[in-house]
């Protein structure tokens, strides 16, 4: 996502779109491997599913309605968050060896 605003120059709210539909495509596959695997607890996959598909129409209904600075915001502190995550992680694993 963070290619086609900054990169491409796409609005936020056809960005956010674009990489959600790119997603699914990808859990299809990822999952079709995982259940051949049997590594798959069915409960909790059907639970996940029902509550993406429920976020997914929430999601659709509030991205027009928020502003796109607000949403481009959202998602520059979650990836923030995560990248500190990761570092902190990457460093406790090189202080430990």
């Known amino acids: 996502m963070p290619a086609f605003i900054y990169l491409l120059h ?4 056809i960005a956010v779109g674009t990489s959600l ?3 699914i495509g990808q859990a299809v596959v990822s999952a079709g491997f995982k259940l051949h ?11 996940l599913g029902v509550g993406t598909a429920l976020g997914a129409q929430v999601g659709a209904r509030l991205v027009p309605k928020v502003p796109g600075w607000l949403i481009k915001a959202l998602f520059g502190a979650l990836f923030t968050v995560v990248s500190v995550k990761f570092l902190l992680k990457g460093i406790h694993v090189l202080l430990a060896s």
């Not at 796409?10 to 709210?13: F, L, Q, Y």
């Not at 695997?37 to 639970?47: F, S, T």
Request: aromatic fraction near 6%; glycine fraction near 6%.
């Open 37 to 47: 695997q049997g590594v798959v607890d069915l409960i909790a996959a059907i639970a």
């Open 10 to 13: 796409a609005p936020v709210k």
């Open 21 to 23: 539909a790119a997603f």
